[in-house]
């Protein structure tokens, strides 16, 4: 454990001095990169000092026991060893945690896709339910919800919807959101009183710099139309929406939500620059999902990940077996106990490869 605190201090020395070197200054990116790296550090060497002081406390008690001393300093001594060794183990867990590599792309704010898949018109109401869901819970964490674009169902709900989400850890957060949700239920529509089971895809991508993502203006084949559904007079009357299409991977992002055509650009193009951004890092995360075996977050878009089964009342997450009957809550926006057993499974997963290295 020492050792490994050792290594930690000198990154962290080797850190301080870049960041304050002009030409770190200079390089946006990689300024941040170190200013997350520093902060990170720090927390694993203020708690290797506090681990420091323990193990040359119990050193400096040990030595005073030899000395054989009077019996007053003789009990000091062993109240000081006792309770050093009491902290010690707590204090090794908290630093194993610690040590565990942080993904650079967890504090990133975060953009979130919800599309209806199979069951009709009663899958764009579940995707309608799970956007009410999701941004109760944003206003709980003081997160930000902006809507990007959306496409509403014939009968309520939306055939897709995308959102930002800006706030502190956001994308380190939803990122277990991505994936199939399934929804067991009788519709709205059915008048025979029969459970259906219909389906949402959840896609959740960390939003990207610019300095995170280049793309090339000639790449990129911008499209102005007019927008639908609520906003006054300038619906379906002035070509403020905007859709892009990056031609080299074909992928098209597209904001209707203002009513300036600039700004629906400028978000049209965040968005795009976040779905190039996350096509790299799902196949870096597919392959380290690869490497640990993960169930939690292997990246794979088309994995079943959740059911909400009304009948029952119960939430259930296939990937780590749990289920909550507490379904109403959580649909109102109680998913953090949720999230928490999921970050638990994948802290303990990399805690696992870091425990093999120490």
């Not at 850190?15 to 002009?22: A, C, F």
């Not at 170190?34 to 420091?52: C, W």
């Not at 000639?218 to 619906?235: A, E, L, M, T, W």
């Not at 009342?313 to 809550?329: A, C, E, F, K, W």
Request: charged share 30%; aromatic share 6%.
């Amino acid at each position: 454990m020492l050792d490994k605190i050792r290594i930690v201090k000198q990154r962290y020395d080797e850190v301080s001095d870049l960041i304050i070197q002009p030409a770190t200054i200079m390089d946006q990116k990689r300024y941040a990169q170190l200013m997350k790296e520093y902060k990170d550090l720090g927390n694993v060497v203020e708690k290797g000092d506090e681990y420091q002081a323990l193990i040359d406390n119990i050193e400096e008690a040990k030595e005073i026991l030899a000395e054989g001393s009077d019996a007053e300093m003789n009990e000091m001594a062993k109240s000081e060893i006792d309770e050093a060794n009491s902290r010690i183990p707590k204090l090794e867990e908290e630093i194993r945690f610690l040590l565990i590599p942080t993904d650079p792309e967890d504090s990133k704010n975060a953009v979130v896709e919800l599309r209806a898949g199979t069951g009709g018109d009663e899958a764009s109401i579940f995707a309608g339910d799970l956007f009410r869901m999701y941004s109760k819970y944003c206003e709980s964490k003081g997160w930000k919800v902006a809507t990007v674009d959306y496409s509403e169902g014939t009968n309520g709900g939306f055939k897709e919807i995308q959102f930002e989400v800006n706030g502190a850890d956001v994308y380190g957060t939803l990122k277990f959101e991505a994936g199939v949700h399934r929804v067991q239920r009788v519709p709205q529509t059915e008048t025979q009183g029969r459970v259906h089971t219909s389906a949402a895809t959840c896609m959740v991508f960390p939003e990207a710099e610019e300095f995170d993502v280049e793309i090339n203006p000639k790449d990129v084949r911008i499209d102005f139309f007019c927008s639908s559904g609520p906003g006054g007079q300038s619906v379906n009357t002035t070509y403020s929406a905007v859709r892009l299409t990056h031609v080299p991977t074909g992928l098209v992002a597209q904001c209707q939500d203002q009513k300036s055509q600039h700004k629906n650009k400028e978000k049209a193009f965040k968005v795009l620059r976040s779905r190039l951004y996350d096509m790299e890092l799902a196949k870096k995360n597919a392959e380290d999902a690869l490497k640990r075996g993960s169930m939690v977050s292997s990246g794979d878009r088309s994995a079943k990940i959740r059911t909400y089964n009304y009948a029952q009342g119960r939430v259930t997450d296939h990937r780590i077996g749990l289920s909550l009957y507490d379904l109403p809550n959580i649909m109102n926006g109680d998913i953090q106990r949720v999230i928490d057993e999921l970050m638990l499974a994948e802290n303990t997963e990399k805690l696992k490869s870091l425990n093999d290295d120490l």
